[in-house]
């Protein structure tokens, strides 16, 4: 690990503005994929500025109907609080199936978000990439490839986005909240936060330099079941091959709406409007999932070893389609 020097922030404008003034700043809180890339020698911050402390751990009512979550509150605790169980069970499904307990309990909602793909090209310095060296090519495309994106990949990089959490949160509209290293602040809806690699993999999201997330903003809870499905390798503690996170109201074997996002597929947590325009105003049945399955897929490919996902990201979200539509909420 190289060295660098550290301070605990003292307040949230404090926090922006000390990483947007020093070159090679970042902020630490949780640390449970920092820490690991430092050790690695992958991320190399010259200066650490710690968040863990300020007052972002509530969790609080939103006069619209919805919930703010703040950006350190960890995992686990917002898995295991009552509204967010009673109110958003897709994100207290995909808390539950990510990571281990152990990681649940120290890592940020903000962090998770935020969180670097698990590539093992990009984790292995001896192999070229894109994402850690701009320029360097990608190994992954030609190489040993299952894992990787099968939706909105580019010729510069086709990892994928490892986050359970914000593909609940892209399903539910969820909005981010940030503070500038001037004090001000803005929102942005979470499909504006990731960005797909294009010519520029290294560059992940939309956050200015210094920029902090301060919160997450749920809206008021979409009518109909959520349901949250993770397709693995093993049963816990592994990254998704594919998941499927949706939300459908049915009435009379009516498909009212849908809203269906997946992870696993893409670089970031991927959307799906084909799928849900395919759903609105169809029969609850299997012809229906399995056109909103075509639609959600149309312009998948794949490199090499990875061909599998793409009937495997169809199937599942049929399966998730039949169980939502069918279950009372």
């Not at 330099?209 to 809206?219: K, Q």
Request: proline share 7%.
């Amino acid at each position: 690990m190289k060295p660098f020097t550290y301070e605990r922030a003292a307040g949230l404008r404090e926090a922006a503005a000390a990483v947007a003034s020093r070159p090679g700043a970042k902020f630490i809180a949780g640390g449970t994929n920092l820490v690991d890339l430092m050790k690695l020698e992958i991320e190399q911050p010259a200066h650490l500025v710690d968040i863990s402390r300020l007052p972002l751990r509530q969790i609080e009512p939103t006069p619209e109907g919805g919930l703010r979550i703040g950006a350190q509150v960890p995992n686990s605790d917002l898995a295991a609080n009552m509204e967010v169980r009673r109110r958003y069970p897709l994100l207290a499904q995909a808390l539950l199936s990510g990571a281990s307990g152990q990681l649940r309990n120290k890592a940020s909602t903000a962090g998770n978000l935020l969180q670097r793909t698990r590539c093992p090209y990009f984790y292995d310095r001896a192999m070229p990439c894109n994402k850690r060296t701009p320029g360097s090519g990608c190994a992954a495309i030609g190489g040993f490839n299952r894992l990787h994106a099968i939706l909105g990949a580019s010729e510069a990089c086709i990892a994928v986005h490892p986050s359970d959490m914000a593909v609940a949160l892209t399903a539910l509209d969820a909005r981010i909240e940030t503070i500038r290293p001037d004090g001000g602040t803005r929102t942005l809806p979470i499909a504006e936060l990731h960005r797909l690699p294009g010519s520029t993999p290294h560059i992940e999201n939309s956050l200015e330099a210094g920029e902090m997330i301060t919160a997450v903003v749920l809206p008021p809870p979409p009518a109909g079941r959520q349901l949250y499905r993770k397709v693995r390798d093993r049963a816990s503690y592994a990254f998704a091959l594919v998941s499927v996170a949706a939300i459908v109201e049915a009435d009379d074997g009516t498909i009212r709406q849908a809203r269906i996002a997946m992870g696993g597929v893409a670089p970031k947590p991927w959307r799906s409007n084909e799928a849900e325009r395919a759903l609105s105003g169809h029969g609850a049945d299997e012809t229906a999932f399995a056109s909103a399955a075509n639609a959600a897929l149309g312009d998948a490919r794949a490199d090499g070893h990875g061909a599998f996902k793409i009937e495997l990201a169809r199937r599942t979200l049929r399966r998730t389609l039949t169980d939502a539509s069918q279950n009372p909420r």
